[in-house]
């Protein structure tokens, strides 16, 4: 629902803060007061046209800024945030502001981001629908016509299932497609892979291999200077008659005799044993290290050669040893894949058949149960009709199953092209509901088809004008009836000069002109129920007594 409702410089606004409640809202002034200035501001708001007139004379620029509560729509509203790039809503809050400049240029706000006009017509249609001379109406569309017929007929369980076939369908189709190709291509990309397949796998790689060959052949073109360095190493451990395995010789020696002498010595006789198997170790480590590094010429081509060998395959398949393996695994399937090519069309082909005769039975099904459900509804929606003052009109819901047609795009609710049409007048024609020239025509019409399926509308806020245009009477108050029974399941705001409708709304809200300082001031304010007498009392005519008490009963009741 729309909590607050800001307007700055729009028309003859300066500045307005509006607190808007659940429910029926009534919005009421003297005529040209500027009721529908509220209007206008909401449909700035929402991405309609917007034209520099629309500012306050003496204004830089005006703007609108709107606080929607999103609590019984926060999954929808964040999701389709998220489809255009933007935040989620913080605490169920949803902040949109549009500014208009002098130019005729105007900049845009969701939660803070800027969006584009596009993006906020999006987000606008799943908050707000205007019934009355006003572009806003999703009614209009032949695709929510459809919606609320399935919703209507709780058969959005069958329409997920077709929906789901659908899917089916187009993802076999894209595998296809995939596989299909002119004999030249299939024949240039079957060379290809089967020369890259074949090239990496000639070089039988392992993965590390490469830094292992590095090592060897950084050791083996240090060989010489390697070899020389362990044989000076081997001399002073152990190849000369100063080594230091002859010293600790020596030194055991001399230590043997301190034993004998004094046998507490025996932990100094043990270090020395250490010392000498410690040597021991050191030497055939040594050996071992030295007989690898001692490669000849022929090994060290090798190693160059299959050195070079992988680094050509990285240049040409990946940054290193692995991107190669990953890239001859995936070549590999794609081979196999194209090898395969034939036998996969026809099994896909298959499968796309077997869908498609799934898709126009699930379609079929779906047209058949909408067929059954609409004259149902058609009938519910004209008792509403009859009952807003249209005793000789017709409303039909019309569902024509369109031949299925997989040479194109596919539907994603089936073949059925679904309308609302009315007829006002007896021996007239039926029309599409956007046909109908009278915009409170139709605004009544959208009452009688909200009234229905309120519950299965998830618009939160409803806003018509012009709804009570050439009626009086009982008229005026099934219409107001209709907007408060409307004003459980949604938000309701009303424009209207019948005070048997304004009566029947909890919330009543009255906009009207002031001048000050030679300037006129348009001013929107909510009634206590003091000031609703009085303003019921003044569109019933005057502020006689007599209005004033009708005003009083109406209501009372």
Not at 65 to 87: K, Y
Not at 397 to 413: C, E, G, L, N
Not at 463 to 486: C, H, P, S, W, Y
């Amino acid at each position: 629902m729309l909590s607050t409702l800001r307007i700055k410089n729009f028309a003859l606004v300066e500045e307005a803060y509006i607190e808007f409640l659940p429910g029926f809202n009534a919005i009421t002034g003297e005529t040209g007061a500027g009721k529908s200035i509220l209007i206008g501001a909401l449909s700035l708001l929402l991405g309609e046209r917007a034209d520099r007139t629309m500012i306050r004379s003496g204004a830089d620029s005006c703007s609108v800024e709107a606080v929607f509560d999103i609590t019984n729509l926060e999954a929808t509203i964040n999701s389709a945030l998220e489809s255009c790039g933007i935040e989620p809503c913080e605490e169920k809050q949803l902040i949109i502001k549009r500014i208009l400049t002098p130019a005729g240029s105007t900049r845009q706000f969701i939660n803070g981001a800027a969006v584009t006009l596009s993006t906020l017509k999006t987000i606008g249609d799943l908050l707000v629908d205007i019934h009355g001379a006003y572009e806003h109406q999703s009614l209009l569309n032949p695709a929510c016509q459809l919606e609320l017929l399935d919703a209507f007929g709780d058969i959005e369980k069958l329409q997920e299932e077709y929906a789901n076939l659908v899917k089916k369908y187009q993802d076999v189709q894209t595998q296809i497609q995939s596989l299909v190709m002119d004999e030249q291509t299939f024949a240039r990309e079957l060379d290809l892979l089967q020369f890259q397949v074949g090239e990496i796998s000639k070089a039988n790689l392992k993965e590390g291999e490469d830094e292992e060959l590095e090592a060897q052949y950084d050791r083996a073109s240090n060989s010489a200077k390697l070899a020389q360095l362990c044989a000076e190493l081997q001399r002073i451990v152990s190849d000369s008659d100063d080594s230091v395995h002859s010293k600790l010789n020596l030194a055991g020696r001399i230590l043997n005799e301190i034993h004998h002498l004094d046998p507490s010595t025996e932990p100094l006789f043990q270090i020395h044993n250490g010392l000498i198997e410690q040597i021991q170790e050191f030497n055939r480590d040594m050996s071992r290290y030295s007989e690898k590094i001692e490669l000849d010429e022929d090994q060290l081509k090798q190693i160059e050669s299959r050195l070079d060998l992988i680094n050509s395959l990285k240049r040409k398949y990946g940054k290193n040893l692995s991107d190669v393996i990953n890239y001859w695994k995936e070549a590999e399937e794609k081979l196999n894949r194209l090898l395969r090519r034939n036998e996969d069309l026809a099994l896909l082909s298959e499968e796309r058949e077997r869908i498609k005769t799934a898709i126009i039975k699930a379609a079929e099904k779906l047209s058949s149960v909408r067929k059954k459900v609409a004259p149902e509804l058609g009938k519910m929606i004209s008792r509403q009709i009859s009952d807003l003052g249209f005793k000789q009109s017709r409303f039909e819901i019309k569902v024509d199953y369109k031949q299925p047609d997989f040479s194109s795009q596919i539907p994603s609710s089936g073949f059925d092209n679904v309308e609302f049409l009315f007829s006002p007048n007896l021996g007239e024609p039926l029309r599409q509901l956007r046909s109908i020239a009278s915009s409170g025509e139709l605004a009544r019409v959208m009452l009688a088809v909200k009234t229905v399926l309120d519950e299965q509308d998830k618009i939160p806020l409803l806003v018509f004008d012009e709804v009570d245009a050439n009626i009086g009477g009982e008229t005026g108050l099934a219409v107001g009836e209709k907007m408060r029974q409307i004003g459980s399941h949604h938000q309701v705001f009303c424009i209207t000069h019948l005070a048997s409708v304004a009566a029947k709304a909890p919330t009543h809200y009255l906009v009207k002109k002031e001048i000050k300082n030679r300037r006129t001031y348009t001013l929107i304010e909510r009634l206590v129920e003091s000031e609703r007498i009085l303003e019921l009392a003044r569109m019933l005519g005057g502020k006689s007594q007599t209005a004033i008490e009708h005003a009083k009963a109406l209501l009372k009741k």
